[in-house]
């Protein structure tokens, strides 16, 4: 299976050929095909499986096969940390290289005047988390009347961080005939599944299961403070004989910086983007 039989477009196909993409992840394999339909998705997948590319293809390919006049708020992306927001918005900014859809990115603990500008100017999509974005639209900067396609990613957290009410007011915001909704979480707990059933609408779902650990693989967890974290991976090196390790990271960026630190301290280490 490759991007092209999932029907996405060329420009979208360059774009992820150059983020060294080769085929898609499972996620992107099921959830590509019914979301270029139109349909509503609920996705049953953690971060790290390709999920963020599996609705920002489509939303990309949708929005830009139906041009709209004056840049209103067309996809609305809601995730609930700061962190996950940039990414998503880095996500898009990539996959859409060479397309002319322009997205913003909106999240609270910073200053709201850049933002507020970007949204200003006219944004076809918008990232948000459910904080800021509640505050901008109450002061009358965000317009959700023509929103074609609404996201909800890791609804699980959410709900653990307490979003879920004001989650479901932004719902209640946006238009509910023809919207398109995607719907993203590792788990389905009750109260999660409820929520999906009251904002979708028959759903195509797709649930990619956590991988089972190999029986000779041991765990071990160690909650420590970032600022121990490279000391600890060290002396966990120093005292394990290996012939090779794999070190994963939640990004890229990070990936670098581990990667950078061992070097220093004489270690052998590259890179790898799943
Ligand atoms: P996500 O689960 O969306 O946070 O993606 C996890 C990581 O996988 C990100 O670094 C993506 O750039 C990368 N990724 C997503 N889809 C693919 C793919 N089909 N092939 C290779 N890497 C991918």
């Known amino acids: 299976m490759t991007f092209r039989d999932l029907g996405l477009i060329a420009p979208i196909l360059s774009a992820l050929e150059e983020q060294g993409y ?51 708020i067309r996809a609305l992306i809601l995730t609930p940390t700061r962190e996950l927001a940039i990414q998503i918005g880095d996500s898009f900014q990539a996959y859409g290289s060479h397309l002319s859809l322009r997205h913003a990115v909106i999240f609270g603990g910073v200053g709201q005047n850049p933002q507020v500008e970007a949204l ?48 479901r007011k932004i719902v209640n915001l946006c238009p509910w005939e023809g919207r398109q909704t995607l719907f993203f979480s590792a788990t389905m707990p009750p109260v999660i599944a409820g929520f999906a059933k009251w904002c979708l609408t028959d759903p195509a779902e797709v649930t990619i299961a956590r991988r089972e650990v190999a029986a000779t693989i041991s765990h071990a967890f160690y909650p420590v403070a970032l600022d121990q974290r490279d000391e600890l991976l060290l002396a966990l090196l120093k005292g394990t004989d290996f012939h090779s390790v794999m070190i994963f990271t939640r990004t890229r960026k990070e990936a670098d910086a581990v990667c950078g630190m061992l070097k220093q301290h004489g270690y052998r280490g590259e890179v790898a983007v799943m």
Do not use: W, Y
């Open 120 to 167: 200003n100017r006219g944004v076809d999509i918008l990232v948000a988390t459910p904080g800021r974005l509640m505050d901008l639209h109450d002061q009358g900067f965000v317009h959700l009347e023509q929103l074609e396609i609404f996201v909800l990613d890791e609804a699980d957290r959410m709900l653990d961080m307490g979003f879920l009410p004001i989650v």
């Open 22 to 72: 080769t085929r898609p992840s499972p996620i992107q394999e099921k959830a590509i095909p019914p979301a270029l339909e139109g349909r509503d998705v609920l996705g049953c997948a953690q971060t790290g499986t390709g999920k963020t590319c599996a609705f920002a293809a489509p939303i990309l390919q949708r929005l830009s096969a139906a041009p709209v006049k004056g840049r209103p």
